[in-house]
């Protein structure tokens, strides 16, 4: 027998290796990650690896803390009642506690045909498939990103700026949490690498060599890209866990389980209150960072305090020399203040070799990591909810 906490990280993104490496701060807790890569995945860089500009992996040893064990596997399903998960290998592990961080990806497509002839790059195995199909593809062939989200823009911005012939497709509105102004600033620079940008146009099909556009046109699409669209795995639902419609993980606003307190999530798989942060890797490893500090404060015996945290900010880039950092109010809508070009893009390469750098500081000195909040915005948020939801009186 051991005297050690078993907490077991299902998922080696930013939310699990944050966790991960803030739970080492007790010598009493042993700390397990299971994943299904060996290597770290900034996703971040994904559409720069398919522009050949990054290879967007970075080792377990510069992020994940020395104590913590690594397993190189995939959880099939969390068996609650007897603590433990089960794995594809066909082995299962017993935990104490456990922390849900397995992540989101794009939704599968409904549209007819892109199944099968559009391309998603959520996944850095996604990612390759997609470089090396380009890589076969000649660079005056037609190309279609399919997304008007920050993936699809800079997937396309990184590809026309190496000459390729890019059509932006955006259902909606070109990044909707931009403030107009930025969003102007947005067009230009497209328009400046040469992309064709349609917006709030639904795609209606995809063929092999073309994509058919609600407005009867149809463009013709040697590669077509999709960004569109968000989704996790279903590994909540199919272990009996209460999820939101779209999969999310439930929780209290201590990021625990609504079914079993000794369940913990964070990251884009996680829904507080059935009302979900917005994705980000910011929001991601502050999460993983709150979901660690319930754990503590439970096994501590202490009682775990709610989440208040804000997204502020987005940032892009177009190509390797302009992007847009575009600041936010806590309510989570656009200031007007943004910063754009070279400073924009300095300050998008900050922002992403920043998450690694929290991660691996956090390795070294555990409960290091530490985030604004003034106790006001997530409780007004959840009050707008309860209104939204109350039932008016006849």
Known sequence: MTNKNEVVVVGGGYAGVMAANRLTQRDDVRVTVINP?????????????????????????????????????????????????????????????????????????????????????????AAHRMRSMLFDTPATAAVTVIGGGPTGVETAAELAEQGRVVTLVCGGALVPYLHPKA?????????????????????????????????????????????????????????GLSTDAAGRLLTDETLTSIDDERIVAAGDSSAPSDLPFRMSAYTAYCLGAHAADTLLHRIAGEQPAPIDMSFPAMCLSFGRDAGIYQLGHKDET???????????????????????????????????????????????????????????IA
């Open 37 to 125: 890569r060996q290597v770290f995945v900034p996703r971040l860089r994904l559409h720069q690896l398919v522009g050949g500009t990054h290879d967007a992996v970075v080792d377990y040893q510069d992020v994940l803390a020395e104590g913590v064990r690594l397993v190189v596997d995939s959880v099939t399903r969390i068996d609650a009642a007897k603590r433990k998960v089960l794995l594809a290998d066909g082995g299962s592990i017993g935990y104490d506690h456990l922390i849900y961080a397995v992540g989101s990806g794009n939704a599968a497509p409904r549209v007819p045909g892109a199944a099968e002839f559009a391309y998603p790059i959520a996944t850095l195995e």
């Open 334 to 392: 656009a200031m007007r203040l943004y910063f754009r070009g070279a400073v924009g893009k300095k300050l998008k390469e900050f922002a992403c070799a920043a998450g690694i750098k929290h991660l691996a500081t956090e390795a070294r000195k555990p409960g290091s990591h530490h985030w604004f909040s003034d106790g006001k915005h997530r409780p007004a948020l959840l009050r707008a909810q309860r209104a939204d939801k109350a039932v008016p």
């Open 183 to 239: 969003r102007r600033t947005a067009h230009k620079y497209l328009a400046e690498l040469g992309v064709t940008v349609i917006e709030g146009c639904a795609v209606t099909e995809v063929t092999a060599d073309a994509v058919e556009l609600a407005d009867g046109r149809r463009l013709a699409s040697a590669v077509t890209i999709w960004t569109a669209g968000f989704g996790v795995p279903d590994l909540a639902a199919r272990s």
